[in-house]
């Protein structure tokens, strides 16, 4: 068990991905190896068409590489069918988008407890671990609010409350910021800050924002398909 948790939650190895389109091959990933270790904040920075939501939908279970491998947890997910690899994405990662993804017409806390309704969790647990959800995010007092009564910080919170209430052991965030003011995607990034110091999660997010270097343990930099290890900023600002 020791060596299970000193191990990295993600390893990627040597992954390619290659698309055709309209009869040409399209090279979205070109050998990346990459390691996620356990509650951790991580960071991929790139342009758009860098390969970020690629990478993250390869492990997140969403795609499969051309070659190489993706291991989560010592597991190869090339090895899970795909009613594995939909109980895998239901159970063990939490995903955080652009767009907020929420259901207009649910309230906050209908729009967190749904996810917790495919998981088939009964009623009482599903009440607390959404309420739970909520407080981590600070919008207890907007349980009953719907997405066009909140502003966009406030919707990306409930996306994130909605992320993390199946206590995943994954959080993937692809440009969780995208569509917010600088104020509020310093917010959003320092709740994932807190969030992996008190909650001890994981969080991999994928963005164009170089606000993201004030709250990251480690940034890589993704560049037409290549990974580099970028600085890491707090190590640096500790330092100073």
């Known amino acids: 068990m020791e060596t299970t948790l000193l191990s990295p939650l993600v390893k990627v190895e ?137 502003s966009g910080g406030q919707q990306q919170r409930v996306a994130i409350a909605r992320a993390i209430a199946n206590l995943p052991d994954l959080i993937l965030a692809d440009e969780p910021t995208g569509e917010l003011d600088s104020e509020t995607t310093h917010q959003i990034f320092a709740l994932f800050r807190h969030l992996v110091d008190t909650e001890k999660l994981t969080i991999l997010a994928a963005t164009h924002d170089p606000i993201i270097d004030e709250y990251a343990d480690t940034v890589y930099l993704l560049n037409d398909g290549l990974l580099m290890k970028g600085e890491e900023p707090k190590a640096i600002s500790d330092s100073t």
């Open 14 to 150: 040597e992954a390619t991905r290659v698309y055709r389109v309209d009869g040409q091959e399209v090279v979205a990933l070109k050998g990346v190896s990459l390691e996620v270790a356990r509650g951790t904040f991580l960071a991929l920075k790139g342009r758009s068409g860098s390969g970020k939501t690629t990478l993250l939908n390869l492990i997140g279970g969403l795609d499969r590489p051309t070659s190489g491998s993706v291991t989560f947890d010592g597991q190869d997910l090339s090895a899970f069918d795909e009613q594995a690899l939909t109980l895998f994405r239901r159970h063990r990662v939490g995903f955080i988008f652009q767009s907020f993804a929420l259901f207009p017409t649910y309230s906050a806390f209908e729009n967190v407890d749904l996810m917790l309704r495919l998981t088939g969790l009964g009623r009482k647990p599903r009440i607390e671990r959404t309420m739970n959800a909520l407080q981590l995010v600070g919008l207890t007092q907007w349980k009953e609010h719907r997405p066009d009564e909140m």
